[in-house]
Structure formats: C-alpha cells, structure tokens
C-alpha cells in the first residue's frame, strides 16, 4: 500500500537555527499537504502543492514538492520559540481517496 | 460554526468493553475520516467516508467500526477494546473535490479523545 516516510523523526535546535524535514512517498502523489500539531494540541493544516517542482512560502517557512511528486521538503529560516510542534506531511495518490500521513518530525527549540 | 466536535476527550476503559466516540462536523464536509495517534507512528488512518452511506477501510481498521448515516455525524466504535488500541483518536474532515471525486481541501481535525485501556 501506500507508504509517506518522513525524516527526521526529532529535530532540536537552537532559536534562530535553520531547520528542514523530509517526505518521501512511495508512489506518485496527486498533492501533497503539510500540518503542524502543537503540544497537546490537534493537527492544523499549513499548506497544499500540487504541482510538481512547486516552492510555496509562508513568511519563514519554504515548501517545496518534487519534480517526480513522490518527494517534499519544509524549511524554516531562523526558527523562532513558537514553531515547536510536530510538522507532518500527508499524501494522497493519483486516484485515491485516502490521505496518509507521514510520522512526522518534533520540533523542540532550545531559546 | 463549531467545525468539527469529538466527544468524550477522555476516556478509560476495561479490557474488553465497548465504546463509541463521536464525532460531529457543521461544515457540511462530505469526506470525514478517523486516525488514532500514536508515539513514533504518526497519524495512521482508521476508517474513512466519502459521504452519507459510504464507508471505506483505512490502514488500520481491525477492531474498530464506523457507519455514516448523515452527513454531519461519523462514529468510531470498538467493538471489544483491547490495550492496544491505547492511542489518541482523532476525526477529521473536509470538502470533497467534484472534479475529481478526492478531497483536496484541507482536513479540519477535532481536538481529540485520548484513550486508555487497561
């Protein structure tokens, strides 16, 4: 079945460190979407590519999904205290209906 | 709108009794979908729907149960829980696409029931 790694598994920095997670499908991807779960909290949606090679920025955070869509990336420039959490990416193939989810990467920042 | 409500937020449970959460959307989302949450394992999909009536397995499905009678209400039900379906369950929902029968808008996700089995 379809499978989204995602790695690291944890990443700590220090506040103003760069910082960058990974997703990997192993099939071809409609689009692909990225959430961000803070502690204790629920999963809220970030952002959606659909179009292969796509960058997308988000004030500090930079998006990008690959050429083959089977791939993507989340960088955040100078990481600030308010972007712990969890960042999750989540793909849906080409025809299906189901999203999955990769495992994620927590996020802790050391001010 | 109160986007998408998950009851109880806590519960504690036998080995072997039954349970059901609920989860309720206002947005009038046709795809609703269940994942639990589990340390290291991500978010893995339980049950999902593409509407009123229509119900289909995710990656992880045994022992638990769904139905989807209206558009606003998609239960979860362990039918016998056991301690290994421990976890911190989550529904979700958003729009379907008509062009192309997936739904690619955003998941809106409730706050979450976190269970426990002894």
Redesign the interface.
């Known amino acids: 079945?379809q499978q989204v790694m995602?790695i690291p598994?944890y990443q700590h920095v220090q506040e103003g460190e760069d910082f960058t997670t990974y997703c990997n499908s192993s099939t071809t991807l409609?689009?692909i979407?990225w959430?961000k779960q803070r502690p204790g909290?629920?999963?809220?949606?970030l952002i959606?590519l659909?179009k292969s090679g796509e960058v997308k920025k988000q004030k500090r955070l930079t998006f990008q999904f690959g050429e083959a869509k089977k791939n993507s990336s989340l960088h955040i420039t100078a990481t600030q205290t308010t972007d712990v959490g969890t960042y999750?990416c989540?793909g849906?193939r080409q025809?299906?209906?189901?999203?999955?989810?990769?495992?994620?990467t927590r996020l802790t920042i050391n001010p | 709108n109160a986007g998408v409500t998950q009851t109880p937020k806590f519960q504690v449970l036998k080995t072997g009794q039954s349970m059901t959460l609920q989860c309720a959307q206002d947005m009038n989302h046709e795809?609703m979908?269940w994942?639990r949450q589990d340390p290291?394992?991500?978010?893995?999909?339980i049950h999902?729907s593409?509407g009123a009536g229509i119900t289909?397995q995710?990656?992880v499905p045994n022992g638990y149960n769904v139905s989807r009678s209206t558009t606003e209400d998609f239960p979860l039900r362990l039918l016998s829980a056991a301690p290994s379906q421990t976890s911190v369950y989550?529904c979700?929902s958003s729009l379907r696409d008509r062009v192309?029968?997936?739904?690619?808008s955003?998941?809106?996700?409730?706050?979450?029931t976190r269970l426990t089995v002894t």
Not at chain 1, 41 to 45: I, M, Q, R
Not at chain 2, 40 to 45: C, F, H, S
Not at chain 2, 106 to 112: D, E, I, M
């Open positions: 079945g995602q598994q409609s689009n979407q959430y909290g629920h999963p809220v949606f959606q659909v999750f989540a849906r025809g299906a209906q189901k999203l999955v989810f990769g495992q994620g | 795809y979908s994942y290291g394992m991500g978010l893995r999909l999902y593409v289909d995710g990656e989550f979700a192309w029968g997936e739904a690619n955003p998941l809106h996700f409730g706050n979450g």
